[in-house]
């Protein structure tokens, strides 16, 4: 699947139909597609409501080896993540 062997690809929900045509993707995500704005504003929520660095660095861990596109995203826009993320040695 795209996220294990490409994460530096990955944009998780965010492609499109035509892009999962072209991509041989259909079948291998879920039907419903979701811009990437509203997979950061998730992601978002989901580190803001861990109640510890170490719960935040777990998850962002995650993030970064099935969605290295969102992973980046985030920390970009939210550059606060970065000291948390840094501690991982993502």
């Given at each position: 699947m795209?996220?294990?062997?490409?994460?530096?690809?990955?944009?998780?929900?965010?492609?499109?139909?035509?892009?999962?045509?072209?991509?041989?993707?259909?079948?291998?995500?879920?039907?419903?597609?979701?811009?990437?704005?509203?997979?950061?504003s998730?992601?978002?929520?989901?580190?803001?409501?861990?109640?510890?660095?170490?719960?935040?660095?777990?998850?962002?861990?995650?993030?970064?080896?099935?969605?290295?596109?969102?992973?980046?995203?985030?920390?970009?826009?939210?550059?606060?993540?970065?000291?948390?993320?840094?501690?991982?040695?993502?």
């Open positions: 795209l996220s294990r062997a490409l994460p530096h690809r990955n944009k998780g929900l965010a492609f499109t139909h035509n892009e999962r045509d072209r991509f041989g993707l259909r079948g291998l995500l879920p039907a419903q597609t979701r811009p990437l704005e509203f997979q950061l998730r992601a978002l929520e989901t580190v803001r409501k861990e109640t510890s660095d170490t719960r935040k660095n777990l998850y962002l861990q995650e993030l970064h080896s099935r969605n290295e596109t969102l992973y980046h995203r985030l920390l970009v826009r939210h550059t606060c993540l970065l000291e948390i993320a840094d501690a991982a040695g993502v």
